[in-house]
């Protein structure tokens, strides 16, 4: 009878391990490029600003005008230019002005003493006046600014906050500024609170003044009359000196101050101040010939563009004031006539110079809700079979980066990714372009298929679906089953399709590739930008831009187990022994992420020997010509395509055996690949432990 023994293949207690290791001649070939991007001028963000009344500011926004150095402490606004641009500021509290003094002869008589300097009759003096600084502050109510912080525009205006309307306020939002409001025939000053009052629109200047000696001729006849005013007498003026009143009323424009009844987007017709130009949502109303520019705004019960008020004024002449008496009187005296001791002079305040009255104030950017599509980026996922119509094999989760090591140069990728429309109006015809950034500040325009154009890190790339036809289906939690976007692969002006319902989310794709200034190791932003409204599409609360890290080298590797347990056999069952290796933890992978600069494969080889042979406890060793190498066909990593791939249909191991081969035509071998060979040991007779075997691979 035959006698059946179990021999196994063992290492270290009835293990059989073979290694697989990188053979020192792998050529690792490193195409990484510079990480030179080109990159469009900074643009900031313009935060919107509304009046508050409230205590503390909603989340997301700030107190901007409630301690010194913040920009609206104390300030009144003014329209400005976006040339010119936000946060000038200038005025002041008060001013005063410059006047002439005229001062009339004395005709008043007395006689003269001899040897004393009197003055003569008719003389005339010099005057030195002092106007009072008086307030530009016009009539006004102070109120608090708040500044979205969390930045640019929010998707929801909170309750109580305040607006600015050209006409009657839409239903949700009620008048401050009409007959009895606070705010009515008021002009706005932010400040720490929202109830002080104070200001007004005329004003008048005390003026004080000194009616200084002028030289006079001693007069020496002797006599014994009155009194007689001296040579250096001064005078002052009699009683409160006045200047007429006049208008101080900076130039204003009427507007509605209206409140937010409860939160909800912005509404068209809204207008709010910026501190940089606002997206294109919103239309300017401040530039050159726009009914803000140059403005301070008043409340009102109605709008009025043409407003009022004045840079600069002056005041009329104040004329025919009576000096008092002079300060220096001589006793009895006779002789020639000499002027009384108790004579007076008219005085006359002329020519007041021209100043201006502007309170103090900053200078702001005021734009005007012009549109009610009101888009946000929502939920997007990347899938990995670009070349499919309808995507299916997803790297990641929706939202959620993929994973790094397959991100390789020229490796196409397609985004699929919704936007949601709250503003309750639609968009037709209107392309969304991408956009690919490194640090979400400076975005840049994606490259259009290989035409030479070198801007981005990316470029699009021809998959499935043809740019500008209407998705089939959609993938991402949110979107509509029925309003659908479409494939984009270009990012020309307005194609036809490019429809967005008002208050849908649409789902839209968009083919890409790594292009010449893509660089390994980076992570990439991706922004998607609406043509008709000229502005970046914002994200949606809670949400994310799609992003990705490209692989760690643009390069050629391999990864294999670190130990395989090749199982066991009884001897005599058959000529050979046979082991295919176990799904997933013995795979060997390829990755080939170099890409070249017109986006194909080189090419690559990857062969296996043994370098190492199997001995058992007996010193029995299994010689290379006894192993027998089979590959079978390769799998593809996240649907990367195997056409052009080969691999060997089973050879003896007396010499390096060639495990898959990649033509490089096109970009056949892009992209990670797995095999799962099989091994097979014959004339094995004796029964032992058999260790120590190393496959040495090679990838060119």
């Given at each position: 009878m035959m006698v059946k023994l179990r021999k196994k293949l063992s290492f270290a207690s009835y293990l059989l391990t073979v290694l697989f290791l990188f053979g020192l001649s792998a050529i690792y070939v490193d195409l990484t490029p510079s990480e030179t991007i080109i990159k469009e001028a900074k643009a900031a963000v313009a935060n919107l600003h509304l009046f508050w009344t409230g205590e503390d500011a909603p989340d997301g926004w700030t107190i901007v005008s409630d301690g010194g150095g913040e920009d609206f402490y104390n300030k009144f606004l003014k329209g400005i230019d976006t040339t010119t641009g936000y946060g000038g500021t200038g005025g002041a509290v008060d001013h005063n002005h410059t006047t002439d003094v005229t001062v009339y002869a004395t005709t008043s008589e007395t006689a003269a003493r001899g040897g004393i300097g009197l003055a003569p009759t008719n003389h005339v003096h010099g005057g030195n006046e002092t106007v009072s600084d008086e307030d530009n502050l016009p009539p006004y109510r102070q109120i608090k600014v708040i500044e979205y912080t969390t930045g640019g525009v929010p998707d929801s205006i909170?309750?109580?906050?305040?607006?600015?309307?050209?006409?009657?306020?839409?239903?949700?939002?009620?008048?401050?500024?009409?007959?009895?409001?606070?705010?009515?025939?008021?002009?706005?000053?932010?400040?720490?609170d929202a109830t002080t009052t104070s200001g007004s629109n005329t004003h008048t200047h005390d003026i004080t003044a000194v009616i200084s000696n002028s030289p006079q001729a001693e007069i020496g006849d002797n006599g014994i009359l009155s009194t007689a005013g001296q040579t250096g007498h001064t005078h002052t003026l009699s009683g409160g000196v006045t200047s007429p009143a006049v208008n101080n009323i900076p130039p204003y424009i009427d507007v509605i101050l209206a409140s937010k009844d409860s939160a909800g987007i912005p509404t068209v017709g809204m207008i709010g101040f910026f501190d940089d130009t606002p997206a294109s949502g919103w239309t300017v109303v401040s530039n050159g010939g726009g009914a803000f520019n140059g403005k301070y705004l008043r409340g009102n019960t109605s709008y009025d563009a043409v407003g009022g008020g004045a840079l600069t004024h002056t005041h009329v002449d104040a004329t025919g004031f009576t000096s008092?008496?002079?300060?220096?009187?001589?006793?009895?005296?006779?002789?020639?006539?000499?002027?009384?001791g108790s004579h007076t002079h008219t005085v006359d305040f002329t020519d007041f110079s021209t100043d201006n009255h502007e309170p103090p104030h900053i200078e702001v950017i005021f734009?005007?809700?012009?549109?009610?599509?009101?888009?946000?980026?929502?939920?997007?996922?990347?899938?990995?079979?670009?070349?499919?119509?309808?995507?299916?094999?997803?790297?990641?989760?929706?939202?959620?980066?993929?994973p790094q090591i397959e991100m390789g140069k020229n490796i196409p990728i397609k985004l699929r990714i919704n936007i949601q429309e709250i503003g309750g109006a639609a968009e037709n015809n209107s392309r969304k372009k991408l956009r690919v950034s490194t640090d979400q500040e400076t975005w840049v325009d994606v490259d259009p298929i290989d035409t030479g154009v070198d801007k981005a890190a990316y470029q699009y790339y021809d998959g499935g679906g043809a740019d500008n036809d209407v998705l089939s289906s959609v993938v991402l939690s949110g979107s509509s089953s029925t309003d659908k976007g479409?494939?984009?692969?270009?990012?020309?002006?307005?194609?036809?399709?490019?429809?967005?319902?008002?208050?849908?989310?649409?789902?839209?794709?968009?083919?890409?590739?790594?292009?010449?200034?893509?660089?390994?190791?980076?992570?990439?932003?991706?922004?998607?930008?609406?043509?008709?409204?000229?502005?970046?599409?914002?994200?949606?609360?809670?949400?994310?831009?799609?992003?990705?890290?490209t692989a760690g080298a643009f390069s050629l590797t391999i990864s294999t187990p670190t130990a395989v347990y090749l199982d066991s056999w009884e001897i005599g069952s058959s000529a050979y022994h046979e082991y295919t290796f176990s799904v997933g933890v013995e795979h060997i992978t390829i990755r080939d992420n170099r890409g070249t600069t017109g986006g194909d494969s080189s090419g690559w080889t990857c062969s296996v020997e043994v370098t190492s042979l199997l001995t058992n406890l007996d010193l029995e060793t299994i010689a290379a010509s006894n192993m027998y190498w089979i590959t079978n066909a390769p799998t593809g990593l996240f649907d990367a395509a195997t056409t052009g791939i080969t691999g060997e249909t089973g050879e003896y191991m007396g010499s390096a055996v060639t495990a898959l081969t990649a033509g490089g035509s096109g970009q056949q071998g892009l992209g990670g690949f797995t095999m799962l060979p099989t091994v097979r040991i014959y004339n094995v007779t004796n029964v032992g432990n058999y260790v120590g075997g190393v496959f040495t691979f090679t990838l060119i």
């Open positions: 909170p309750s109580g906050a305040i607006a600015i309307f050209d006409d009657t306020p839409p239903d949700g939002w009620t008048s401050i500024s009409g007959g009895g409001g606070n705010y009515n025939q008021k002009f706005l000053r932010a400040s720490t008092s008496g002079p300060n220096n009187v001589l006793g009895t005296g006779s002789g020639t006539a000499a002027s009384s734009a005007k809700r012009s549109t009610a599509y009101w888009p946000r980026m929502g939920n997007w996922r990347w899938y990995a079979d670009e070349e499919d119509e309808a995507p299916g094999t997803a790297y990641a989760a929706e939202n959620t980066v993929p479409i494939h984009n692969e270009a990012n020309s002006d307005s194609p036809s399709n490019s429809d967005h319902p008002a208050s849908t989310t649409v789902e839209f794709e968009y083919c890409i590739e790594p292009d010449t200034l893509s660089a390994a190791n980076t992570t990439y932003y991706f922004q998607l930008y609406d043509q008709t409204l000229a502005e970046a599409i914002p994200l949606a609360a809670g949400k994310s831009y799609p992003s990705l890290t």
